[in-house]
């Protein structure tokens, strides 16, 4: 059982470059979260996922785009990298609202 | 909004206890969560409480939860090296832009042997 399985765990980008980062989780969760984590600015959440085909903002979702085209995969695509999008990303998965989630082992992304 | 406030830095020395203190605002979260992160790697659950108790004991670990004060605390006894990492607590329930899981800023714990 892999749980949550973030891809690819290093990534240097050119400001203006694209990418997009995949995570996939086999515990067959309903909800996905990407957050973003910064030194002193703990877990922010970028866009989440509350079943196959839905997406929501979070609370820093500008430059970032996602898609749940399948339950068990959730992307984060961002579509011109700036310098400002260097940081770790978490995916995270949970089966409802209330319940742990699980997260990934993160992507450290740095934008030159 | 709903907030999660908590400490940014503790140290203390190998076998003392350690106590982290966490606050919240969203008086209708059903569960506090405890996560770990160590250096390098994701974050992992560590422990949770129920809204409806008071205490919790999971072997070195013991979560407190006041719900009146809206204050959740985690004591780790006889704190060991391998126990630094930053520890993030966490309410559920909530929703908006920051979705389900409210996470406060992490608290990282230093152990000096």
């Known amino acids: 059982n892999a749980g949550v399985t973030q891809t690819p765990k290093f990534r240097v980008l050119k400001t203006g470059q694209s990418m997009t980062l995949l995570c996939a989780q086999d515990?067959?969760?309903?909800?996905m979260y990407w957050y973003r984590q910064d030194p002193g600015m703990g877990l922010r959440l970028i866009h989440y996922?509350?079943?196959?085909?839905?997406?929501a903002k979070g609370e820093v979702p500008d430059g970032y785009n996602v898609s749940r085209l399948k339950k068990q995969n959730f992307l984060l695509g961002l579509e011109s990298a700036a310098p400002s999008q260097t940081s770790v990303y978490f995916c995270?998965?949970?089966?409802?609202?209330?319940?742990?989630?699980?997260f990934g082992q993160g992507t450290r992304l740095t934008v030159v | 909004g709903e907030d999660v406030e908590q400490s940014l830095f503790l140290s203390v020395r190998e076998g003392d206890s350690s106590v982290i203190n966490c606050t919240y605002t969203?008086?209708?979260?059903?569960?506090l969560y405890w996560y770990k992160q160590e250096p390098g790697a994701g974050l992992q659950l560590l422990t949770y409480?129920?809204?409806?108790?008071d205490m919790k004991q999971d072997q070195r670990l013991t979560v407190l939860l006041n719900k009146k004060d809206k204050h959740l605390s985690l004591r780790i006894a006889d704190t060991q090296t391998g126990d630094s990492a930053i520890y993030f607590c966490?309410?559920?329930?909530?929703?908006?832009?920051?979705?389900?899981?409210?996470f406060g800023k992490g608290t990282k714990l230093s152990v000096k042997p």
């Open positions: 996922s509350v079943g196959e085909g839905t997406t």
């Open positions: 995270a998965s949970s089966l409802d609202r209330y319940t742990e989630a699980f």
């Open positions: 515990m067959n969760h309903e909800y």
């Open positions: 409480i129920f809204s409806n108790m």
């Open positions: 966490a309410e559920s329930g909530g929703g908006g832009s920051q979705g389900n899981l409210i």
């Open positions: 969203d008086s209708s979260s059903t569960y």
